[in-house]
């Protein structure tokens, strides 16, 4: 027996209800034009937008502030008798010590996680106005989306901010951030990191830097077989000093290159009397045999194209050099040892955009019609976690001996594909 569906009639008689109708009609024609878009409009930011934009700082802070005493307080306690004791040794305050120390690495940590730092302080704020104030909101008339607007401004923000302390700040303190305690109370002298000289493939090592004076501490070179091999495979040394080109050129002559004096040589020969090697018809190990004027017995130089500042970065330091910087360190590598420098310049330069497109679909997820909160955050985690194997995946590739794509390439397709995945989410979520 089929039941018959009796709409439900409302209290209210139809003349009120007409008369609401007709009410609210006039209120929202007369508040449209100055009201609503004076104070819901990108131009004239409104009360709503402080509101947004205070508290999402207010979650970012904390989020960094978090991950902040999360960090010191781990790593102090793993290190704090050497770090007392170090503070003591070289009459420095600990609270300045700490800040000296950590504040460079904490600026390189947040670097490494700013999608983060921006998608889920996003989340925690929308997420839990969606059954209360956005509901509000669409009955005004107000999107859904119109509420992340001031987010996307300030995350926008952020990510120029952050670019320009890629390039300016975090290259000057690269030095702090990959060094520990020990080399951070020494500064002066750090170790050395081995480097194959493009111009003569000698390949060169030591026990540690003297940064001050621009010398290797107890010096390694080896060198490459049938070209400047004849006085033995490797040449050690007490010390090498840098040497410029303008410096040499007031000792001896202004034709004669860069490259590293060393003192108290021990080679396989002696090469007090033996003659200078050449490569390429150029003066390359130069001995004293005919050098007497500024060449004592026990040394020799050797021109190179590596400086002091060139054995202080490995991979992990390249990542906060400037672009400048990576195109010179490109410069003085072999040709099978510049992917890496290719790489890390083309990140430098797609890194930007690329943030903006993470953030713009992990933002995205809550500004759909879905208004189960755990859903939202399961997606947005999946996608973070998603793009961060597949950026690191294209750079794999790249930086594999076997080259499966170019540098250019595995720095831009991230780019390219997170662009097109932003598109169809503009689609679906703006329009």
């Known amino acids: 027996m089929s039941q018959q569906i009796v709409p439900i009639q409302p209290d209210i008689d139809s003349e009120d209800l007409q008369k609401r109708r007709q009410k609210f009609n006039i209120i929202f024609q007369d508040n449209k034009d100055e009201s609503f878009r004076t104070h819901y409009s990108l131009e004239h930011p409104?009360?709503?937008d402080w509101y947004i934009l205070r508290k999402f700082l207010f979650l970012v802070l904390a989020s960094m502030m978090f991950l902040t005493s999360f960090y010191i307080i781990v790593d102090f306690l793993?290190?704090?008798d050497a770090f007392i004791q170090k503070c003591r040794q070289y009459n420095m305050s600990i609270p300045v010590a700490m800040f000296q120390y950590y504040a460079p690495k904490l600026l390189s940590l947040f670097d490494s996680f700013l999608t983060v730092f921006i998608i889920l302080?996003?989340?925690l704020l929308i997420a839990p106005m969606i059954g209360k104030e956005i509901t509000i909101f669409s009955c005004m008339g107000i999107r859904r989306v119109r509420v992340a607007y001031m987010v996307f401004f300030a995350a926008a923000v952020m990510i120029v901010l952050f670019a320009l302390c890629r390039e300016f700040v975090l290259p000057a303190q690269r030095f702090i951030i990959g060094c520990d305690i020990n080399s951070f109370f020494e500064q002066n002298k750090t170790r050395v990191e081995p480097k194959?000289?493009?111009?003569?493939?000698v390949y060169i090592s030591g026990e540690s830097l003297d940064l001050a004076n621009r010398t290797i501490i107890k010096p390694v070179f080896n060198m490459p077989i049938m070209l400047l091999d004849t006085y033995g495979q490797c040449i050690y040394a007490d010390v090498a000093i840098w040497m410029p080109e303008?410096?040499?050129?007031?000792d001896a002559s202004s034709s004669r290159e860069a490259g590293y004096l060393l003192k108290n040589v021990v080679a396989k020969k002696c090469l007090d009397d033996q003659c200078s090697l050449t490569l390429n018809d150029k003066p390359t190990l130069i001995t004293p045999l005919n050098n007497q004027s500024w060449l004592k017995k026990g040394e020799c130089f050797l021109v190179s194209g590596i400086e002091i500042e060139d054995l202080t970065i490995n991979a992990e330091l390249q990542e906060h050099s400037t672009i400048k910087e990576l195109q010179r360190i490109m410069e003085r590598m072999p040709p099978y040892q510049r992917n890496q420098a290719a790489i890390s310049i083309h990140r430098r330069i797609t890194r930007p955009?690329?943030?903006?497109?993470?953030?713009?679909v992990g933002l995205s997820f809550v500004l759909a019609n879905e208004n189960r909160i755990f859903l939202i955050f399961l997606r947005a985690a999946i996608w973070w976690l998603g793009s961060w194997i597949f950026i690191n995946m294209s750079i794999a590739l790249a930086s594999d001996t076997d080259k499966m794509i170019s540098p250019a390439f595995a720095a831009w397709a991230p780019l390219i594909v997170f662009s097109a995945v932003s598109a169809y989410v503009w689609d679906r979520v703006f329009y």
């Open 246 to 250: 303008e410096r040499l050129g007031n």
């Open 78 to 80: 793993t290190n704090s």
């Open 353 to 360: 955009f690329v943030d903006c497109c993470i953030i713009f």
């Open 46 to 48: 409104g009360s709503l």
């Open 121 to 123: 302080p996003g989340l």
């Open 196 to 201: 194959t000289d493009p111009k003569t493939s």
